[in-house]
């Protein structure tokens, strides 16, 4: 049986909410809204991004343009939180081209747009819409997605500049858990390894000088030994055919010779790429799981 005092305890907020609302009644808009706005906190964000919708069409009919841009904005960032950033990137362009929204910070409207750039992997563009505009020295924000966005295009400079800026005594001072998060990427990034640490055409000529030794510098040995065994046994085979003066057969062992020899060197220059390529991945999946920047970086509030 549940004790009266808890009765009491759960019944209580309960009443109070149905006198506030008996008190102050809302209209069929301030309803609407309160529902969108539920659905959005609540995580439905399909269903949110439908009602907004509904409740802009409804403020485009009484052509209260203040309304039905800030609809605008909640329709957009509910789009981008149910993982649907495209149609969320229009809309946000319409408002950024309108002008500022009523009750919502023009940098937010500016950031949410950013977002969605980042979610479709247009890491460059994002980089460079933030950094060219008025909010990059303002918002600590604009900042970070810019940050991110060059460590994912692989501009490594352009990314730790943003990161020092955050991270270091200046404009943002950002303290506590967040500052102390900026400053271990920004030391991450300034350790960084070397991306272009084994040189393709280095790998190529050594593999022209010994078959397999660029593999063997590109640190695939298993590709090093095969390229040199192989290279051994057509270039053994083409050398024997000539000494026994069987034309047709140093021919044939010549010609194959002549291709894994000319494959070699091409594979050792492809192989220290992808040494470099996976080196730069590594490092981006280390800074990814120690620091995840995902749809839900920023607080989904209103």
Known sequence: MIPLTESFRTITPIAILIGILLVTPLTAADRDEDYARFLFQSGHFDEAARQYLFLRYRASKTADRTMENRYIYWMARSRLEAGNPKNAEAEFRRLLEAGPVSSIAPDEVFTQYLRSLFFQRKFNETAFDAENSPHYGRSPRVVEIAGWSNINAGNWEAASSAFAALSSPGAF???????????????????????REKSPAAAAILSALLPGAGHAYAGNWSNAFGAFI?????????????????????????????GWYAGNITSAWQEAVLYNRRTENDFKATLSARFPFGLGAYEKGQ
Do not use: K, Q
């Open 173 to 195: 001072e950002l303290s506590g858990p967040d500052g102390e998060r900026l400053r271990e990427i920004a030391g991450m990034l300034n350790d960084r390894p070397d991306f």
């Open 230 to 258: 192989l290279n051994a046994i057509f270039g053994g085979l083409t050398a024997y055919s000539i000494h026994e003066r069987d034309w047709g057969y140093a021919a044939f062992f010549g010609v194959l010779e002549a």
